[in-house]
């Protein structure tokens, strides 16, 4: 005769300490918030991920350069001017000032991690306007194409799962 005998005690106790750990998942959030932020960041350095966004409109540079300074981007012969090609050397995508990039936070509750930005043109290029719709120019007005930069990558979910793991079988988050 075999006689098979669980005692289940053990399980049930890992059940219970997880649950516990659940109830308030704050430093396991603050991980995750850093870990998105730092995806957001490197969005910007990568001018979007997974897909390139956009190139600037040779306008949008002149404006940037010109746009309340006494300044000229193009000499009377239609050249650039050599302080337009250093403006324009090297600039990336959505970085003109660094406000937006710099004010990318992450924030942690007990449930739930949030990145935000409080900049007021954030939503302009997360989500893009059609023409007729947005900035107005000497010359009308300017549509700005989606520059989605809040976004998770595929490559981050793992990372995310790993903390989670980690902090609800009672590993340190």
Request: charged residues 25%.
């Amino acid at each position: 005769e075999l006689e098979i005998k669980l005692d289940d005690e053990q399980v049930k106790n890992n059940i219970k300490q997880i649950e516990e750990r659940a109830k308030n998942m704050t430093p396991v959030m603050k991980i995750i918030g850093q870990i998105v932020r730092t995806s957001v960041v490197d969005n910007f350095a990568a001018g979007g991920r997974p897909e390139k966004w956009q190139p600037l409109k040779m306008i949008s540079y002149v404006l940037g350069y010109t746009m309340g300074k006494k300044r000229q981007a193009y000499t009377k012969k239609g050249v650039q001017t050599a302080g337009f090609q250093r403006y324009t050397a090297g600039k990336k995508i959505l970085i003109t000032s660094g406000r937006l990039l710099g004010s990318i936070n992450a924030k942690a509750y007990t449930d739930k991690a949030t990145v935000e930005t409080n900049v007021e043109y954030a939503a302009r290029h997360q989500f893009g306007i059609g023409s007729g719709a947005n900035i107005k120019s000497k010359r009308g007005f300017v549509a700005t194409p989606a520059r989605p930069f809040l976004m998770v990558q595929t490559q981050d979910w793992e990372e995310i799962n790993n903390a989670l793991v980690k902090f609800l079988i009672g590993g340190n988050a």
